[in-house]
């Protein structure tokens, strides 16, 4: 079986650029692969984060998870930093990586700037990341479209090493969806929708009601003009709305800016869709949401599980690079 590897961050409230761009993946993947999905807390320490909110939204990431259907007898779900080996393979290949390459990762450069003091682990950031994938033996990486770069590095890390030290990983490829791969903020469709957003009201959380779902939708920035026409450079907020529109009813952008003649009917239609979309999200999330014991039960198991696999890449890669292991065997 295809083995997969993807994470997401427990920074912030899930939404649906989340769901549509990567979650919807995953759980398809965990039918026809052998997946693992990782809660990557060591990230979200690369930018200030309050310890017990930190912990709380570790936990509520696991429901979410749960929430939109993965199946813990089906795939592994687990949190980064139960598995040591994730920093330890980060510092191997930290030294396989260049200060150039790095300065280059676009993500870097736009969570950096303007700010006084920057974080070395925010510099490092993709490197954990390169890390986590090829932990895994991963062949595939379901993300969404603003992950691609990184995983861009993934691979030329993996190659690297190869290349270096003989061959010890997989080389990884990215899976990005045909549609709503970049979902854009309600407010500024040009910026795309994030868990750290400054406006809350151009992101759609995976909980939110079903009153702040139609009023955040209805509130959308438009374009001038009247026409539902396809062109995210002319039309982006349109285009914006047409695409989530298309990633969850299945049908085509283009074909569904036909069927609308005013921005308001299309945003009625959009509000809809996504309220029905959520909502049984939203009733196993309460459920869940009742007994964090078991959640916290899955978590130690899908741990147990990560870790047999990754302490074996990181012998292999230890090995490789000329460390003396801890026991002669
Ligand atoms: P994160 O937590 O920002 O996002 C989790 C997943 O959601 C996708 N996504 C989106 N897709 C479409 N439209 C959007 N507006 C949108 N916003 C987020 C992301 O592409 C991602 O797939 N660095 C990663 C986490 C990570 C990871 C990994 C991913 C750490 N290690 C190894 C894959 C493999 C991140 O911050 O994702």
């Known amino acids: 079986m295809t083995r997969v590897f993807s994470g997401v961050q427990p920074s912030g409230d899930m939404h649906i650029g989340n769901y549509l761009g990567a979650f919807r993946q995953w759980v398809e993947d965990q039918h026809s692969s052998d997946a693992f999905y990782c809660i990557v807390d060591l990230h979200a320490l690369t930018v200030d984060t309050d310890p017990e909110m930190l912990r709380s939204r570790t936990v509520d990431a696991a429901i979410n998870l749960l929430a939109v259907g993965l199946d813990p007898q089906i795939c592994t779900i687990f949190v980064q930093s139960h598995v040591p080996e994730h920093a330890q393979l980060s510092w191997l290949l930290e030294c396989m990586a260049s200060m ?78 045909r549609v709503a791969a970049r979902v854009m903020d309600l407010q500024d469709p040009t910026q795309k929708m994030s868990k750290s957003s400054i406006s809350p009201t151009g992101t759609v959380a995976i909980l939110d009601s079903a009153d702040q779902i139609e009023k955040k939708v209805r509130r959308a920035v438009t374009d001038p003009g009247k026409e539902v026409v396809y062109d995210p450079v002319n039309k982006p907020g349109i285009s914006n709305l047409l695409d989530i529109l298309a990633a969850v009813t299945g049908k085509s952008n283009s074909e569904l800016a036909t069927e609308y003649h005013s921005y308001a009917q299309l945003k009625s239609d959009v509000a809809e869709a996504l309220i029905e979309l959520l909502r049984p999200i939203q009733q196993r999330h309460a459920q869940l949401s009742a007994d964090p014991g078991e959640v916290l039960a899955i978590l130690a198991r899908g741990a147990e599980r990560a870790q047999s696999i990754a302490a074996v890449t990181l012998e292999r890669a230890a090995n490789a690079m000329g460390l003396l292991p801890p026991k002669l065997i």
């Open 100 to 177: 150039g390459e790095l300065r280059r990762m676009t993500q870097f450069k736009e969570k950096g700037a303007g700010r006084e003091s920057v974080r070395v682990g925010l510099f490092t950031y993709p490197v954990l990341m390169t890390a986590d994938i090829l932990l895994y033996d991963a062949e595939r990486v379901p993300v969404g479209d603003d992950q691609r770069q990184h995983l861009e590095l993934a691979r030329n890390l993996a190659i690297r090493f190869n290349n270096r030290y003989g061959d010890t990983f997989v080389v990884p490829a990215p899976s990005v969806p």
